[in-house]
């Protein structure tokens, strides 16, 4: 059984920053890529920012230069750092990794339960 468990989501004002973390724990074998999306009400869930084993990243376009992801491969941990946050990047952010687990057959997308993140004055 694998699970991703995410925190650091919150209220915070227009400019301001925060830092999201998930670790993954569980059976596992190789995680490929972490990442974040992020929904809306209504909307599909987005990529935010993904990154590989070996550290290759790409962002979506409305967070370039403004979001960072990082990993700790030890760890099983990705993060991401938001700042100069807009109110616009309001949603709920969930994490995501493709990994392969003990007894799999095959490597699958796995989830965690979402963070709030509310940008807001």
């Known amino acids: 059984q694998v699970q991703l468990v995410e925190s650091g989501g919150g209220l915070v004002q227009p400019g301001g920053s925060l830092r999201l973390s998930c670790a993954a724990s569980?059976?596992?074998?190789?995680?490929?890529?972490m990442g974040w999306y992020r929904q809306t009400p209504g909307n599909q869930r987005a990529l935010v920012a993904a990154?590989?084993?070996?550290?290759?990243?790409n962002y979506a376009d409305s967070v370039k230069g403004r979001f960072t992801i990082s990993r700790d491969n030890a760890k099983n941990t990705v993060y991401l750092q938001m700042n100069s946050l807009k109110p616009e990047d309001t949603a709920v952010y969930y994490c995501n990794a493709y990994l392969n687990s003990v007894g799999d057959g095959r490597s699958r997308d796995y989830w965690g339960q979402g963070t709030q993140v509310t940008v807001s004055t």
């Open positions: 569980g059976s596992i074998v190789s995680i490929y890529r």
């Open positions: 990154i590989t084993g070996g550290r290759s990243t």
